[in-house]
């Protein structure tokens, strides 16, 4: 599982990423600024996203994660000093997986952590190729599977999207996650030409 904290107080945030490994098998990335995040995200991919809501920069954090949301597929967890009921109900409409507050509750913050597992474990083990791909994929790498299947490269779809080559890369892995697809002799190429007119 690869998880991005998004904290812009760096102690609180390697503090979190220790708690993180000594308890679950995953990666970790930190961001302490809203551009750190814009940079690290698209190539990191995260499963899981913990976010401070204020960031002190022009944009909090429910407004950063909306932003992410377009494009990115990930769960929340808001971990923040904001108990006004106006903030929770921002948050509330990007339907976060959990909204914590600080000081951070390492049981709370584990316990909800287990519950995203838990849920794409879940995700995972209940017939998805046979659902509309649509559903189960972002808007960009829906974008790159309809690409794919008119046999575009690499490149090629880097240029189209204009995201670097390496984002293409693993938002391909993360396609052929979702769609439960063997990542060798073109699996996911077979596929798409296969299943082109649904992808139109």
Same mark, same amino acid.
């Given at each position: 599982m690869r998880i991005l %904290? %998004?904290?812009d107080e760096i102690i609180i945030a390697r503090y979190i990423q220790q708690q993180l490994h000594d308890k679950f098998d995953c990666q970790t990335n930190i961001a302490v600024n809203i551009d750190e995040a814009t940079s690290i995200i698209g190539e990191f991919l995260p499963h899981l996203i913990l976010c401070d809501?204020?960031?002190?920069?022009?944009?909090d954090g429910v407004d950063l994660i909306a932003q992410f949301q377009k494009n990115f597929g990930f769960d929340t967890i808001f971990i923040t000093s904001y108990q006004a009921k106006e903030i929770i109900e921002k *948050? *509330?409409?990007i339907k976060p *997986?959990?909204?914590i507050i600080k000081p951070i509750d390492e049981a709370q913050l584990f *316990?909800? %952590?287990? %519950?995203v597992q838990l849920k794409n474990?879940?995700?995972e083990s209940v017939g998805i190729t046979r659902q509309n791909p649509q559903n189960l994929l972002t808007k960009i790498e829906y974008d790159i599977l309809r690409l794919i299947a008119q046999k575009k490269t690499t490149k090629e779809i880097a240029e189209t999207l204009f995201i670097s080559p390496y984002t293409v890369k693993n938002h391909?892995?993360?396609?052929c996650t979702k769609l439960q697809l063997e990542e060798e002799n073109n699996a996911i190429l077979k596929w798409a030409i296969k299943n082109s007119e649904s992808l139109k």
């Open positions: %904290i %998004i904290e809501i204020n960031l002190n920069d022009a944009t *948050a *509330a409409r *997986a959990n909204y *316990a909800a %952590i287990q %519950i474990m879940d995700n391909r892995h993360n396609i």
